[in-house]
């Protein structure tokens, strides 16, 4: 079946630790690629996007995320991750399906930053 | 201040009840979303609207239905078919270009639904 896999659903990280968030998408074709964050207690906020052109995506806070075509990957990175950035976040991909878009999110991975 | 009210926040019914979820939004926004958030599935998607007085199903749609009479409001109901209704509902919009493509989606604080 055609999906969006996260694959960790739980990562604890200590401060100043590196981190990378897998994302791995099963559609062929022409697709937009999202992740998108959810903050304890907050809405479900854009990270960053990609639509086109270069392949490594920066967004905001510091994150980025990098597309490859040939893996069927979008991974989200940040160097050096902070207590703040404990929240949810998930990889979303748009595509046209019978003449609409649709957007179709993965299961999420929750990320814990201990000080 | 322009976005997305979902009400009510928390909503409780009996089984075999229909309930109806509101979703309103200031963005003058074509497109509207429901999604449904299990713990561990993620979001996924249940109906979607382009345009007024179109909606599409989307990967979950049995058991719910929805009506876009007006641009500005896309309300859920949840039926007694359902069969898993428990869970939290996330309202969405973007502009008119679709779900993402080139208008990243803007969410509504969420209802928390429970049937008993």
């Known amino acids: 079946a055609q999906s969006v896999s996260q694959h960790n659903h739980h990562v604890i990280l200590s401060e100043a630790a590196s981190l990378e968030l897998g994302c791995n998408y099963s559609?062929?074709?022409?697709?937009?690629l999202f992740w998108y964050v959810q903050y304890p207690g907050q809405h479900l906020q854009l990270l960053l996007k990609y639509f086109s052109g270069d392949p490594l995506v920066k967004g905001i806070k510091g994150f980025e995320a990098e597309f490859i075509k040939s893996k069927f990957s979008f991974n989200l990175r940040k160097p050096s991750v902070q207590w703040s950035d404990t929240a949810e976040y998930f990889c979303a991909v748009s595509r046209v399906s019978g003449g609409y878009n649709k957007l179709i999110f993965g299961a999420g991975t929750r990320l814990a930053v201990h000080p | 201040d322009g976005g997305i009210t979902q009400s009510p926040k928390y909503l409780f019914r009996k089984e075999g009840q229909n309930v109806t979820l509101s979703c309103e939004q200031n963005?003058?926004?074509?497109?509207m979303y429901w999604y449904r958030q299990d713990p561990g599935q993620g979001l996924r998607l249940i109906y979607y609207?382009?345009?007024?007085?179109?909606?599409q199903k989307g990967d979950i749609a049995e058991g719910y239905s929805v009506s876009r009479e007006k641009k500005e409001s896309f309300p859920l109901t949840v039926t007694s078919a359902q069969k898993n209704p428990t869970a939290f509902y996330l309202c969405?919009?973007?502009?008119?270009?679709?779900?993402?493509?080139?208008?990243?989606?803007?969410f509504g604080n969420g209802t928390r639904l429970t049937v008993t």
């Open positions: 559609y062929g074709g022409t697709v937009n």
């Open positions: 963005l003058n926004h074509d497109a």
């Open positions: 609207s382009q345009i007024v007085n179109d909606f």
């Open positions: 969405a919009s973007s502009s008119s270009a679709g779900a993402g493509y080139n208008s990243p989606l803007h």
